[in-house]
């Protein structure tokens, strides 16, 4: 059974950092691009950054670009999302999902998109208070 979950959100102080987790189970990542998205509430959802470990390409969305980092342990089957310099407005459920790295190429905006994703996993949800 493939799955995706995702932990390591929590509440943290404006300027804080937090590192989320998206481990899979039933499948190995090295074969797949992962994405990082989130919701807040009554907004739609955001692309945040995307990687393969075929070429070890990333992508950031310019709201995050500088202050968040994608990586991959492939031996934990994990990637992460280290976020820093946090913001109230990063506030929002917290989204990693995975797709064949052959669909997308993961230096582009395209890797941003929900709607290329095959899998999702339940959401972290993040609050940073100011």
């Known amino acids: 059974q493939v799955q995706l979950v995702e932990s390591g959100g929590g509440l943290v102080q404006a300027g804080g950092s937090l590192r989320l987790s998206c481990a899979a189970s039933?499948?190995?990542?090295?074969?797949?691009?992962i994405g990082w998205f989130r919701q807040a509430p009554g907004k739609e959802r955001e692309g945040l950054s995307c990687t393969n470990s075929v070429d070890g390409s990333t992508y950031y969305a310019d709201s995050v670009k500088g202050r968040f980092t994608i990586s991959r342990d492939n031996a934990k089957n994990t990637v992460y999302l280290q976020m820093n310099s946090l913001k109230p407005e990063d506030t929002a459920v917290y989204y990693c999902a995975a797709v064949r790295y052959w669909k997308i190429t993961t230096d582009q905006p395209r890797c941003l998109n929900s709607n290329e994703y095959d899998y999702w996993g339940q959401g972290t949800r993040v609050t940073v208070s100011s």
């Open positions: 039933g499948f190995t990542l090295d074969y797949y691009a």
